[in-house]
């Protein structure tokens, strides 16, 4: 087999989105499975939407995703004398010819075929004129004028287009910048591209594109057009269905491999598996089992599935990455040991990074800046309660505190000798530690809050 080499191509008008970066990890995972290459190309020729921060926050999101790409990052803007040099070689074999009608001549001709109920298109008037280059001239591919252009889809199966739905195409514009189409099938030809994976947008930009490299004698690659994602409600995706660009789910704490691993579930299945690593993924991914129905995005489940991926994650390798969420959550510089025995007891309830670091809250403030659920309060700081409090705050203050054996069996003696229920006193401890009734072990709590502290929240519980 070939070589195998695929690209991805996004145009620096806005972040990347969820879409481009399920794309961006197809072509990634097709070139790592059979060991070829992928490349990055900057689509930025439109000069008024292309804005060098969008160029910066892509680069960042394919980083943090872990999509590395082979040789130089391509900018199409720099490529320009590239592509005219293709449009020329056409022009010189005949399968492109200047045009001279202006845009209103093109709409003209449009409105009238559209009268006819036939396809609005360009109407070939210059295809035999011999117009030459001038000012306000175009240059148009001369189009086959029967036949079918014909292609097998990776995922859509054989798809056939018939000549007459397309036109003599423009391919350079009457300012001399080459149009998307020419663009694209240059570069794809220069830097080796045997299969191009891109959402379904594009399957009407296909047969022109087969055409020019027809024309100019160019092995044709392997094309795969995926279907959007859609909302839980089979609409269009959108800030509305929770969908955000990749950068914003960086910055509210999810994890990389959670989010390539949802995303390539969303548009590829293998048997009924749904969490993979990513040796796994490079490993199945062949271009095959691409969905050819648009998937639907469900927010939860990609939190679940986050949820997964901290749980399992080695602690130490989690503190990092918790590490600047805590100083964002208004904390400053906590102890990194801190940071990762916090870490283990809050991690099976949360789902991200910024909920984690929050959760880690009431070990971090103190006694006087703590708030109390309202449920909590009702619940289990009733004057019984309270009075557990009182008592257990008298038995902790004589208490040795770096040993949490020696905690938690203060608390059994006490629920033991007054023949009470653990669930007579554990709430009321809950409520005044954290705030809260649940969380973590508490002897745990008490640890991580130090003697002085703990014995400061008793207090205040007892005197609400």
């Known amino acids: 087999m070939a070589k195998v080499v695929t690209r991805f191509a996004p145009s620096p008008t806005g972040h990347l989105h969820i879409g481009g970066a399920r794309t961006a990890i197809f072509c990634w995972l097709l070139a790592r499975h059979?060991?070829?290459?992928?490349?990055?190309?900057?689509?930025?020729?439109?000069?008024?939407?292309?804005?060098?921060?969008?160029t910066d926050s892509i680069l960042a999101s394919m980083r943090w995703l872990g999509l590395d790409w082979d040789g130089d990052l391509n900018y199409q803007t720099q490529r320009t004398a590239l592509y005219n040099s293709y449009v020329d070689k056409l022009l010189e074999n005949g399968h492109a010819y200047w045009c001279s009608c202006t845009p209103e001549e093109v709409d003209a001709m449009r409105e009238e075929a559209r009268a006819k109920g036939l396809?609005?298109?360009?109407?070939?008037?210059?295809?035999?004129?011999?117009?030459?280059?001038?000012?306000?001239?175009?240059?148009?591919?001369?189009?086959?004028?029967?036949?079918k252009v014909v292609f097998n889809d990776m995922v859509k199966g054989t798809i056939a287009v018939d000549v007459s739905e397309l036109d003599d195409m423009v391919i350079r514009r009457a300012d001399g910048m080459p149009t998307y189409n020419m663009a694209v099938v240059?570069?794809?030809?220069?830097?080796?591209?045997?299969?191009?994976?891109?959402?379904?947008?594009?399957?009407?930009?296909?047969p022109k594109q087969i055409l020019i490299y027809q024309a100019l004698g160019l092995p044709v690659p392997i094309f795969g057009h995926v279907p959007m994602i859609l909302g839980p409600d089979k609409q269009k995706l959108s800030k509305r269905h929770?969908?955000?660009?990749?950068?914003?789910?960086?910055?509210?704490?999810?994890?990389?491999?959670a989010l390539v691993n949802y995303l390539v579930r969303l548009g590829?299945?293998?048997?009924?598996?749904?969490?993979f690593t990513l040796e796994e993924l490079v490993k199945l991914f062949d271009g095959n089992n691409m969905n050819a129905s648009a998937a639907a995005f469900d927010p939860d489940k990609l939190q679940w599935l986050n949820a997964h991926y901290m749980r399992t994650l080695p602690l130490p390798e989690l503190t990092e990455l918790l590490l600047p969420f805590v100083e964002k959550a208004g904390f400053g510089t906590v102890d990194k040991a801190l940071v990762e025995k916090m870490a283990s007891l809050f991690r099976e309830r949360a789902s991200n990074l910024k909920e984690l670091a929050?959760?880690?809250?009431?070990?971090?403030i103190s006694a006087e800046q703590l708030s109390y659920a309202e449920a909590g309060v009702k619940k289990a700081l009733t004057e019984e309660g309270r009075q557990h409090l009182a008592a257990l705050r008298?038995?902790?203050?004589?208490?040795?505190?770096?040993?949490?054996?020696t905690l938690e069996k203060i608390m059994h003696d006490y629920v033991e000798q007054n023949s009470l229920k653990f669930k007579q006193v554990g709430p009321p401890m809950r409520v005044a530690l954290l705030g809260y009734l649940g969380g973590p072990h508490l002897p745990d709590v008490m640890t991580i809050l130090g003697k002085a502290e703990t014995l400061a929240r008793l207090e205040r519980a007892v005197n609400l």
């Open 119 to 147: 396809k609005p298109r360009y109407n070939g008037q210059c295809r035999t004129r011999n117009v030459g280059a001038g000012e306000g001239h175009c240059v148009r591919l001369k189009a086959p004028l029967t036949g």
């Open 268 to 275: 590829w299945s293998h048997g009924d598996q749904e969490i």
């Open 394 to 405: 008298l038995a902790y203050a004589e208490a040795d505190f770096g040993d949490t054996a």
């Open 186 to 206: 240059v570069d794809d030809y220069e830097m080796g591209i045997t299969h191009v994976i891109r959402g379904d947008d594009h399957v009407s930009n296909t």
């Open 34 to 54: 059979f060991g070829g290459d992928y490349h990055l190309r900057i689509e930025d020729t439109d000069l008024e939407r292309s804005k060098q921060e969008y």
């Open 242 to 257: 929770g969908a955000r660009a990749v950068i914003e789910y960086q910055d509210d704490g999810l994890l990389p491999q």
């Open 358 to 364: 929050e959760a880690f809250r009431p070990l971090l």
